[in-house]
């Protein structure tokens, strides 16, 4: 198993540790609720330092990841950042990621899942090959570390010499955070403010317990994975394997906003806007558990006694206090209020269509 | 640090013995292992259990876990401020956070159940 180079702060710090796609990571220090809460209420620290970083690096690296990317990447100057994914040719996903533009357009970074991160570097070097860039896994030279919430700015401010009040919303800088070298970015997975920190430094624990000091009188809590599940699916952010995969394609997650069809060719493109003509026949849509129990991965959906489908991602969400998830329905089913059964062990219990997200934080 | 005066199941449930009755619940390495509670799934009085069957089930914000009857016996009661505190078992779990009452069908299945100094052996055993 891969240890990233806060494993043994995390030990020391409580943690109750699992294996995550290779790696040992916390699954939780204090518990999921409170850690849940104090990210919605306060601020929470994570390492998340098993996240890939690929770099994509060269003259032709823009027309490069335009091509492997719905998204347009040529909307970003130096110093910004965007959602977006690997699509196969069939318009699924490989796998979704940030990209951020270093420099342009000569030099991208693409932030992609730890699951993945092998088999997109992969993909990203096979289908590079007719541009002219270099493709450079850097992952396990990174560590990154996730500060969110609403007392972020509060917390890193007196740590770094970025001036944080002028970082808009996926925007990056380069500066110093408790006098190491990173790259910091205002984006996050968890539906609050909040920033994401890179660092090559080899003793990245200097940035974590100073971001503990700082934040714990202000209520700051460290965040496990399994917090960091029940955050981003209550702000509906995807998680790659459950919501979307490479059988899922990128309309029928939902996520339109994320193609820019008149942005030239890309991989996908064809599939994605022959789809978009005939119509979808499912679409990814949020449920709450009316009835009481919780609805968990793979646990199967029916509509009129029929199976139609399974649950991809569900859960107990701590600060709506409901039962949430997501899940694939036949386009005719996925309306608003609209009623289906989920087959939770030996009952039916009953669900409905909501709107998403589940929580929408208050813009200031 | 588990109380001596209960019987334990490899399953991590605990059985507390009154006379031709015992209550039930989960030891405190299980309610650990799965976080916040926040659902118990609890049988209906009269229902009838061997030994090994699910009781009901308990399910935390990451996961679910059934719970299994230590012995045989009839459900007489049910915690029923589960209900409304799951987490009771969290904060208590020897003690407020039972599960439910039996009505003891052949005290000799107790005999299978192990004392705190054996529980706390398998668990070592189980953490290394």
Redesign the interface.
């Known amino acids: 198993m891969k240890k990233t180079r806060l494993n043994a702060v995390h030990k020391e710090s409580g943690a109750?540790m699992i294996e995550f796609a290779g790696w040992e990571m916390p699954?939780?220090y204090k518990?999921?609720?409170?850690e849940?809460l104090a990210v919605r209420t306060k601020a929470g620290l994570f390492d998340v330092s098993h996240m890939g970083e690929i770099f994509v690096e060269g003259p032709e690296a823009l027309a490069c990841v335009q091509y492997l990317t719905p998204n347009d990447v040529a909307k970003l100057s130096p110093g910004q950042v965007q959602y977006t994914a690997l699509t196969t040719p069939e318009g699924t996903f490989v796998d979704d990621m940030l990209v951020y533009c270093l420099s342009l357009p000569d030099r991208y970074l693409l932030v992609v899942n730890a699951a993945n991160t092998d088999k997109d570097y992969a993909w990203i070097k096979e289908k590079s090959a007719p541009f002219n860039v270099q493709v450079i896994n850097r992952s396990d030279e990174y560590s990154q570390l996730a500060l969110q919430g609403p007392l972020a700015q509060e917390i890193l401010q007196p740590l770094t010499d970025i001036d944080l009040s002028q970082m808009k919303s996926f925007h990056f800088a380069f500066g110093k955070v408790a006098g190491l070298d990173c790259l910091v970015s205002r984006t996050g997975y968890t539906g609050e403010d909040g920033f994401e920190i890179y660092t090559l430094a080899e003793n990245p624990e200097v940035i974590w317990k100073a971001i503990i000091k700082e934040g714990t009188p202000k209520g700051l809590l460290p965040v496990g994975l399994?917090a960091r599940?029940?955050l981003r699916l209550e702000a509906r952010l995807m998680l790659y394997g459950n919501d979307i995969t490479d059988k899922t394609t990128v309309l029928e997650a939902d996520l339109k906003w994320i193609i820019k069809f008149q942005k030239g060719d890309f991989l996908g493109k064809a599939a994605l806007e022959k789809q978009l003509q005939e119509g979808l026949k499912r679409k990814l849509v949020g449920f709450e558990v009316v009835d009481?129990?919780?609805a968990?991965p793979h646990y199967p959906v029916f509509i009129k006694g029929e199976k139609v489908s399974e649950v991809c991602s569900g859960?107990?969400a701590?600060y709506v206090k409901k039962a949430i998830g997501l899940v694939y329905l036949p386009i005719e089913y996925t309306e608003i209020g609209t009623e289906f059964e989920i087959g939770i062990?030996d009952k039916k219990l009953k669900a409905k269509v909501v709107p998403t997200p589940f929580y929408k934080r208050e813009k200031k | 640090m588990y109380p001596e005066n209960l019987y334990y199941t490899k399953d991590h449930e605990w059985l507390k013995v009154e006379g031709e009755e015992a209550v039930v619940g989960i030891t405190d390495f299980a309610q650990?292992q799965l976080?916040?509670i926040?659902?118990v799934?609890l049988p209906q009085v009269g229902k009838i259990l061997e030994a090994h069957q699910t009781i009901g089930?308990v399910?935390?914000?990451?996961s679910?876990s059934d719970v299994y009857s230590p012995v045989s016996g009839e459900v007489i009661e049910v915690n029923s401020e589960l209900s409304q505190t799951p987490d009771l078992i969290?904060k208590d779990p020897h003690g407020q956070g039972w599960i439910v009452r039996l009505k003891i069908k052949d005290k000799s299945e107790i005999n299978n159940l192990m004392k705190a100094a054996d529980y706390e052996k398998y668990l070592e055993g189980l953490e290394h």
């Open positions: 109750r699954v939780e518990g999921i609720i409170d849940h399994g599940d029940t009481k129990g919780i968990r859960t107990f701590p062990r | 650990k976080g916040d926040i659902y799934d089930t399910e935390s914000v990451k679910v969290n």
